[in-house]
């Protein structure tokens, strides 16, 4: 059975800082590409960033410079690094794991940017 499960989400101020992680099991987890996805209330899901297989990264333009996804195989799990986080980073932060026609969804974690 493939799960992934998120954490590390919560209640930080703009300019602060969160570490999430996704960390998966029930697959082979170094030949899937694992994605952030962001939902905020009333809004569309966006994606947020990517990691493949061979790790290389996408970002969107909104959190260029800002976010960084990394991965360790050892551990199967991705991780994303949210600095100098904004109110409009509020959301619920899902990943999703896909290879081809697979993919396998985390359940989300809650962000949220507030003073």
């Known amino acids: 059975q493939v799960q992934l499960v998120e954490s590390g989400g919560g209640l930080v101020q703009p300019g602060g800082s969160l570490r999430l992680s996704c960390a998966a099991s029930g697959l082979n987890f170094s030949i899937y590409a694992i994605s952030w996805y962001r939902q905020a209330p009333g809004k569309q899901r966006e994606l947020v960033a990517s990691i493949g297989s061979a790790g290389s990264t996408n970002y969107a333009d909104s959190v260029k410079g800002r976010f960084t996804v990394s991965r360790d195989n050892t551990k199967d799990t991705v991780y994303l690094q949210m600095n100098s986080l904004k109110p409009e980073d509020t959301a619920v932060y899902s990943c999703?794991?896909?290879?081809?026609?697979?993919?396998?969804w985390g359940q989300g974690t809650q962000v949220t940017v507030s003073s």
């Open positions: 999703l794991a896909k290879r081809a026609w697979l993919t396998y």
